[in-house]
C-alpha cells in the first residue's frame, strides 16, 4: 500500500502538476479519476496517502516526477520481470523410447 503511494503521488505530480487548493479542493476526490492501483486496491486510504504525498512534490517538475517514478518503480521486487503462462503437456511415451525422428 506505501509502494503504491508513493509511486501515485509522483504520477499525481506528473500528470496534474503542483497541488493547488483552489484547483483541487482540500480533499482526495480530485484523484479519483485516476488509476493507481488495482480496482480492489484503490481504496479511500490509498487516496489520501497519495493526496498527502502529493502535496509534499510541489516544485517537482512532471519530467522529474516520471523519472522518480521510474527509479523508484525499478527498485521492486518484480521489476522488469515478464511473466509467461506454460501450457503443460503431457508426455504419451516414456522419453526413454523416444529415438529422434
Not at 505530480?13 to 488509476?35: F, K, M, S, T
Not at 527509479?71 to 522419453?95: K, T
Amino acid at each position: 500500500m506505501v509502494t503504491y503511494g508513493l509511486l501515485g503521488s509522483y504520477l499525481a505530480q506528473a500528470v496534474l502538476g503542483d497541488y493547488d487548493p483552489a484547483e483541487h479542493g482540500c480533499g482526495c476526490n480530485y484523484l479519483r479519476h485516476i488509476q493507481f492501483a488495482p480496482a480492489a486496491s484503490q481504496t479511500d486510504e490509498l487516496l489520501e496517502t497519495v493526496a498527502e504525498l502529493h502535496r509534499s512534490r510541489r516544485g517537482l517538475s512532471p519530467s522529474s516526477a516520471e523519472l522518480e517514478y521510474l527509479v523508484n518503480a525499478s527498485r521492486l521486487a518484480m521489476y522488469g520481470v515478464d511473466l509467461h503462462p506454460v501450457l503443460v503437456i503431457p508426455l504419451l511415451l516414456p522419453l526413454a523410447s523416444y529415438d529422434g525422428i
